[in-house]
């Protein structure tokens, strides 16, 4: 089994950057598709980026797009949400998650999960 750790979240004033980092355990983490979902209290579960196995294809959230990079490091097994231009709508908890299925958005196609790391944007 994989085990998926978040790290970096805070609280951070609007317009500002936060980097979030996903440490995994596991010798398959190379296998894996990865991606960031992001849930606020009382809504559904958010797509916001993807990566391919070897990084080189990634997928966003027309809200995000242009603001956050998804990156990973499969020498180091983690994987990294790089957030800019932070605005108070980002505020969520955000998950790291692994898919041995493919670079999808569907949060059901997703193998394992993190326990979150939250991330608030003031105004």
């Known amino acids: 089994q994989v085990q998926l750790v978040e790290s970096g979240g805070g609280l951070v004033q609007a317009g500002g950057s936060l980097r979030l980092s996903c440490a995994a355990s596991g010798r398959t983490f190379r296998s894996y598709f990865m991606a960031w979902f992001r849930q606020a209290p009382g809504k559904e579960r958010e797509f916001v980026a993807a990566i391919s196995r070897g990084g080189g294809v990634t997928d966003y959230a027309d809200s995000v797009k242009g603001r956050f990079t998804i990156s990973r490091d499969n020498a180091k097994n983690t994987v990294d949400l790089q957030m800019n231009s932070l605005k108070p709508e980002d505020t969520d908890v955000y998950y790291c998650?692994?898919?041995?299925?493919?670079?999808?958005?569907?949060?059901?196609?997703?193998?394992?999960w993190g326990q979150g790391t939250q991330v608030t944007v003031s105004s």
């Open positions: 998650a692994a898919s041995s299925f493919g670079l999808v958005r569907d949060p059901d196609r997703y193998d394992y």
